[in-house]
């Protein structure tokens, strides 16, 4: 079965200091792996797609990168507007559906 | 473009209630979705559509109908609301089907009492 799994559940940062989050994936086929980040109340926001391994990306502070079992979005000497929760879909060949996970909700104190 | 658009944005039914919860894009997308989103858990795809006339069932369709009557607007039936179908609703469009990026709405927080 597809899964996407997200680690942590909850990260909390000083402004400035620079982490990781993790997406594992098991996704037959896989096509993409989907960044997406989303403000309370409000829908999920597109930031990269990743389609093979090796693969980076990035955008102001964060930088997304793929390997064949889990991809990582890192954040570079975060600021506290960059506090959302921060989730990862995948993408399959067979079932043309986005499976996503649970999310990794980001708090950057001042 | 306005983008993703829906509407409402707060809603509240007693058991056993009808409602459509409203979805419109502007981009003049072909795919169309349907997610709710639970604590605890991720966005799961209810129905969707690859374009106009044309819908198929999700991962969570019981309770739920959809229609595609245009390219624009993909409303969301529920026929007879339960307390299980409290969740956050979030419609989305692509400019194709398959994996690619997709476009959220603001979403609608219904609570079914």
């Known amino acids: 079965e597809d899964q996407v799994t997200q680690s942590p559940e909850a990260l909390r940062l000083q402004e400035g200091e620079s982490s990781s989050l993790n997406c594992s994936y098991t996704?037959?086929?896989?096509?993409?792996l989907f960044w997406y980040r989303q403000d309370p109340g409000k829908g999920p926001e597109f930031l990269f797609t990743?389609?093979?391994a090796g693969e980076e990306k990035e955008k102001e502070r964060l930088k997304a990168t793929l390997t064949k079992k889990e991809s990582f979005l890192h954040i570079t000497a975060p600021k506290p507007e960059d506090s959302a929760t921060y989730l990862c879909?995948?993408?399959?060949?067979?079932?043309?559906?986005?499976?996503f996970g649970t999310g990794t909700r980001l708090q950057v104190f001042p | 473009n306005a983008g993703v658009t829906q509407t409402p944005k707060f809603q509240v039914l007693k058991t056993g209630q009808s409602m459509t919860l409203q979805c419109a894009q502007d981009?003049?997308?072909?795919?169309m979705s349907w997610y709710r989103q639970d604590p605890g858990m991720g966005l799961r795809l209810i129905h969707y559509?690859?374009?106009?006339?044309?819908?198929d069932q999700g991962e969570v369709p019981n309770g739920y109908n959809v229609s595609r009557s245009t390219t624009e607007d993909f409303p969301l039936r529920l026929l007879s609301a339960a307390p299980s179908q409290t969740s956050v609703y979030f419609c989305?469009?692509?400019?194709?089907?398959?994996?690619?990026?997709?476009?959220f709405g603001p979403g609608t927080r219904l609570t079914v009492l």
């Open positions: 996704v037959s086929g896989l096509r993409g």
């Open positions: 989305a469009s692509s400019r194709l089907a398959g994996v690619i990026e997709q476009f």
């Open positions: 559509s690859v374009g106009a006339g044309i819908t």
């Open positions: 981009m003049n997308h072909e795919y």
């Open positions: 990743l389609y093979s």
């Open positions: 879909a995948g993408g399959s060949y067979n079932t043309d559906k986005l499976i």
